[in-house]
C-alpha cells in the first residue's frame, strides 16, 4: 500500500540536542512539506520542497533545517536553535497542484526537556 | 482577522443528529478547499475535497458559497465514531499547495 511514513512517534529530548525526524513517501509524490501543530491552532508550515534538491522556507522555518536528496525522503533536524520545539510534527505529500490534497504521515510527538 | 476561521466548538450532539460546521476566509481568490478529520493526537485525513457545486459523500456534504466566502460541512445521522476535530483548509493558489490555510479546526462529540 502506498502511504507516507513517519518516525519515530515519539521522541524525548534535552534542550541543546538536534534531533531529526524521518519522512518517507512511496506515493511517487513531488511535493513534500513539515508542518507544525501546537494545541488549539492550525498547521503552520515549516519547509516545504517541491522537487528533488529544492525545497524553501515556511511560515516558521528558524531553527529548523531539511534535505531534499531523494524524491521519496524528507527528514526534518530541529535545532539547538529552534526556541519551542515541544510540538506535534507532521509531514505530507502531494502532486503539488493546488487542487490536490495532501496526505500526511502518522506525526512526531517530540518533547524537548 | 483570521485568514482562516472556524468556531472551535465542542458541539456536542446525540447519536443521530443532524451537525453543521462553517469556515470562514479572507482572501476572496481562494482557488480550492477541504475538509480533513483530525482525530485526538492523530494525524488529519482527508474526508472532503469541496467543489464549486458542493458535494456529498454519503453522510457528508460540503457546500461552498464564494459570495459569502465560506464552506460548509453537514453531517447527517451523527454516529460516535464521528467523534473527532474537523479542519478547514483553504487553498489561495491553483498552481501549488504550499500555501495552504489550515483552520484550528471545530470539534464534534457524539454521544450515545
Known amino acids: 500500500d502506498g502511504g507516507i511514513t513517519q518516525s519515530p512517534k515519539y521522541l524525548f529530548r534535552k534542550e541543546g540536542q538536534n534531533v531529526t525526524l524521518s519522512c518517507e513517501q512511496n506515493?511517487?509524490?513531488?511535493?513534500m512539506y513539515w508542518y507544525r501543530q501546537d494545541p488549539g491552532q492550525g498547521l503552520r508550515l515549516i519547509y516545504y520542497s517541491q522537487i528533488v534538491n529544492d525545497f524553501q522556507k515556511g511560515d516558521i522555518a528558524e531553527g529548523y533545517s531539511v534535505s531534499r536528496e531523494k524524491k521519496e525522503s524528507f527528514p526534518l533536524t530541529v535545532t539547538s536553535a529552534q526556541k519551542n520545539p515541544t510540538a506535534f510534527y507532521l509531514c505530507a505529500s502531494g502532486t503539488g497542484q493546488g487542487f490536490s490534497p495532501l496526505h500526511f504521515g502518522n506525526g512526531t510527538r517530540l518533547t524537548v526537556t | 482577522r483570521k485568514e482562516v476561521e472556524q468556531d472551535p466548538g465542542p458541539f456536542n450532539v446525540p447519536e443521530g443528529a443532524t451537525v453543521a460546521f462553517n469556515c470562514t476566509y479572507s482572501n476572496s481568490a481562494s482557488q480550492s478547499f477541504f475538509w480533513y478529520r483530525q482525530d485526538c493526537r492523530k494525524e488529519p485525513k482527508l474526508l472532503m475535497s469541496v467543489y464549486s457545486s458542493g458535494n456529498e459523500d454519503g453522510r457528508f456534504t460540503a457546500q461552498l458559497n464564494r459570495a459569502s466566502q465560506y464552506i460548509s460541512l453537514l453531517i447527517r445521522d451523527s454516529k460516535l465514531s464521528d467523534s473527532a476535530t474537523y479542519l478547514c483548509v483553504v487553498n489561495p493558489r491553483m498552481d501549488s499547495s504550499y500555501k495552504l490555510i489550515f483552520g484550528s479546526g471545530t470539534r464534534l462529540l457524539v454521544r450515545p
Open positions: 506515493l511517487n509524490h513531488d511535493a
